[in-house]
C-alpha cells in the first residue's frame, strides 16, 4: 500500500492564468519530492480547529511540515523583533495542531526549515528571531528570491546520520533567517552549522515521553535538489507504521457473539 503523506501549504493571494485569489499553495517540489520518494502527496490548507487537525492527522501515514513564514513570536513568549515578519496566524494555529497531534498519533514526521521551528515551539522551545543579530551575517538567508548554500555537521550518533550516510559534513539548500533558541521538550540537536546554528532536531519514544513513531526536523531545504534520502526515510517509516498496524490488526481475535 502507497503511504498517504500530508504536506502542509501556505495560504496566500496568488494568480495564475487569468486568475488572482486567495489560495492554498505550495512549491511543487515538495509534492514531486514525496511522490518521487514512494508516498501519495495529500496537501493540507491551514484553517481548521484542532478537532479538525487531530481527524485529519489520524487518517494520514506520514506528515511534512513545510517551510514558510516566520512564527508568531507570541507563540513562545516573546516580543515581535523588528525584522520578524508579520504572522500569519491561520497558519500558525494550524501548523502546531497538525504537528501535535502526530506526535501524539505516532505518525512519522519530518519537519522542514519553518517546520522544524514549528516542531521546537509546539514541544515548548524558543526561537532566535534574527541570526544576523547574534552571528553578523545573512549567509543562512541565501540571496533575494532564492536559496543559499552552505555546509552543516551532523552528529554521527543520531538517527539523522544513519540516514544521510557517507561523512559527517554535508551542504545543504539554505533559506531561513530565524533558527532554534532553546530546545523544546524531549527534542536533540543532530546537526549544526559552523557558526553554532541548530540545523536538526529529532526525537524518540523514550525522549517524548510515550510518544512514538519517527520525528526528524531540519533547518534547510531538502525538497531543493536531488537528494531524497529524508523523504525516503520518512515513506519507509510511513510504509512501516501501515504494517504494523495491519499485523496487529490481522493479530485480534475477535470473541464470538452468543
Not at 504537528?99 to 524558543?126: D, E, F, K, W, Y
Not at 527534542?187 to 536538526?200: F, I, M, P, S
Not at 536531488?226 to 498496524?245: H, N
Request: aromatic content about 6%; hydrophobic content about 40%.
Amino acid at each position: 500500500m502507497t503511504p498517504v503523506i500530508g504536506i502542509t501549504t501556505y495560504e496566500d493571494q496568488a494568480s495564475w492564468r487569468n486568475w488572482s485569489a486567495r489560495a492554498a499553495i505550495l512549491p511543487y517540489v515538495y509534492v514531486d519530492s514525496v511522490r518521487r520518494s514512494g508516498g501519495r502527496a495529500v496537501l493540507l490548507p491551514p484553517g481548521g480547529d484542532d478537532g479538525e487537525a487531530s481527524a485529519t492527522v489520524a487518517a494520514l501515514d506520514g506528515l511534512v511540515v513545510t517551510g514558510g513564514p516566520d512564527i508568531e513570536p507570541v507563540r513562545y513568549g516573546a516580543a515581535r523583533h523588528p525584522r520578524t515578519q508579520v504572522p500569519v496566524t491561520t497558519r500558525d494555529t494550524w501548523d502546531l495542531s497538525v504537528t501535535s497531534h502526530a506526535l501524539r498519533q505516532g505518525v512519522p514526521l519530518l519537519a522542514i526549515c519553518r517546520g522544524m521551528q514549528i516542531l521546537n515551539v509546539c514541544r515548548g522551545g524558543t526561537l532566535h528571531q534574527h541570526l544576523p543579530d547574534l552571528h553578523g551575517h545573512g549567509r543562512h538567508d541565501g540571496p533575494p528570491g532564492g536559496f543559499g548554500l552552505h555546509h552543516v555537521r551532523v552528529s554521527p550518533d543520531s538517527t539523522l546520520a544513519t540516514i544521510l550516510t557517507g561523512g559527517e559534513v554535508f551542504e545543504v539548500p539554505t533559506k531561513h533567517h530565524q533558527s532554534v533558541d532553546l530546545l523544546g521538550d524531549g527534542l536533540k540537536a543532530v546537526a549544526w552549522e559552523e557558526d553554532g546554528t541548530v540545523e536538526a532536531v529529532e526525537a524518540g519514544p523514550s525522549e517524548l515521553g510515550g510518544f512514538s513513531g519517527f520525528v526528524l526536523g531540519v533547518q534547510w531545504h531538502p525538497e531543493q535538489g536531488s537528494d531524497l534520502r529524508l523523504f525516503t526515510a520518512l515513506v519507509e517509516a510511513a510504509t512501516g507504521r501501515i504494517a504494523a498496524e495491519r499485523s496487529t490488526t490481522e493479530g485480534t481475535v475477535l470473541a464470538p457473539m452468543i
